[in-house]
T-cell receptor, first 114, second 113 residues
């Protein structure tokens, strides 16, 4: 079966711009979680979507938002980019968003803000 | 505040050595402890642990959870250069009707030939 697909793989943006990242989960999976990975903080939870509803949110400012479509594909948006937003953004696909079902990660989008 | 602490942060060994990676956690509404291997970008699943004292094993890798002392270890025996990676430990906790993972900062393992 196809894995988790994240696009684009790389992005370079300027401070103040906004960006949209996409995640297509494994077919049949209805939960998509997003994580930010930086060298200093490691992986940090952004939010989780299940059946088009945000069920859980991490401690990130409101500039970080997301949504999920009826086909379970998810997008996250970061507005008014800051240098500190440079990171690897990973999404994780799960059948129902519980560890018993497992989480499969995509290869991520590397965002660089200049 | 929920937190997961891994040690050591980095480790350099020679092929054939045995290594033990540590993970301690303080997580409310704990559900499980997960181990992942991250070589380039996508973390790949290794183990999920929910019960104390039951060792999970996969080839040269094994892991165990102690829910009383709130820690887990990941053992790798007869290390190979292909084991070089960042090993991530995550606590899964229930929150807001769903679940989220709280990750440690990882242990970077380098296996030299």
């Amino acid at each position: 079966k196809a894995g988790v697909t994240q696009t684009p793989r790389y992005l370079i943006k300027t401070r103040g711009q906004q960006v949209t990242l996409s995640c297509s989960p494994i077919s049949g999976h209805r939960s998509v979680s997003w994580y930010q990975q930086t060298p200093g903080q490691g992986l940090q939870f952004l939010f989780e979507y299940f059946s088009e509803t945000q069920r859980n949110k991490g401690n990130f400012p409101g500039r970080f938002s997301g949504r999920q479509f009826s086909n379970s594909r998810s997008e996250m948006n970061v507005s008014t980019l800051e240098l500190g937003d440079s990171a690897l953004y990973l999404c994780a696909s799960s059948l129902a968003g519980v560890s018993g079902h497992g989480y499969t990660f995509g290869s991520g989008t590397r965002l660089t803000v200049v | 505040e929920d937190k997961v602490v891994q040690s050591p942060l980095s480790l350099v060994v020679h092929e054939g050595d045995t290594v033990t990676l540590n993970c301690s956690y303080e997580v409310t509404n704990f559900r499980s402890l997960l181990w992942y291997k991250q070589e380039k970008k996508a973390p790949t699943f290794l183990f999920m642990l929910t019960s104390s004292g039951i060792e999970k094993k996969s080839g040269r890798l094994s892991s165990i959870l102690d829910k009383k002392e709130l820690f887990s270890i990941l053992n790798i025996t007869a290390t190979q250069t292909g084991d070089s990676a960042i090993y991530l430990c995550a606590g899964a906790l229930s929150q807001g009707g769903s679940e989220k993972l709280v990750f440690g900062k990882g242990t970077k393992l380098t296996v030299n030939p």
